[in-house]
């Protein structure tokens, strides 16, 4: 019922920028935590940023000062604005959202996106 969908993905050269969006719907009361992950081939699915509902966010060591998350509540969406891109930022981009389904229990639930490809050429 709750569907996420991703787009955003390509191939781009180094020090060039794509911005990733992941939108969501369905049954959905509130979305708590918002976050993108990646995964390179052989590699385990790394952590890149999150965003909180309050707009409090925390981003890997790796893309500090070059990649931004951000969110519209009202679209139900999360971005992820990826500037100065570099060949080891090739990976497979996946959306990860918390979210609360039901206006009388408060527990939650994480779903994943399908994931967009990422491709830095040098």
């Known amino acids: 019922q709750v569907q996420l969908v991703e787009s955003g993905g390509g191939l781009v050269q180094a020090g060039g920028s794509l911005r990733l969006s992941c939108g969501v719907s369905g049954n959905i009361f509130t979305i708590n935590d918002m976050a993108w992950y990646r995964q390179a081939p052989g590699n385990h699915r790394d952590l890149v940023a999150t965003i909180s509902r309050g707009g409090s966010t925390n981003y890997a060591d790796s893309v500090k000062g070059r990649f931004t998350i951000s969110r519209d509540n009202a679209k139900n969406t999360v971005y992820l604005q990826m500037n100065s891109l570099k060949p080891e930022d090739t990976a497979v981009y996946y959306c990860?959202?918390?979210?609360?389904?039901?206006?009388?229990?408060?527990?939650?639930?994480?779903?994943w996106g399908q994931g967009t490809q990422v491709t830095v050429s040098s």
């Open positions: 990860n959202l918390e979210i609360r389904i039901s206006r009388t229990f408060s527990g939650t639930k994480n779903y």
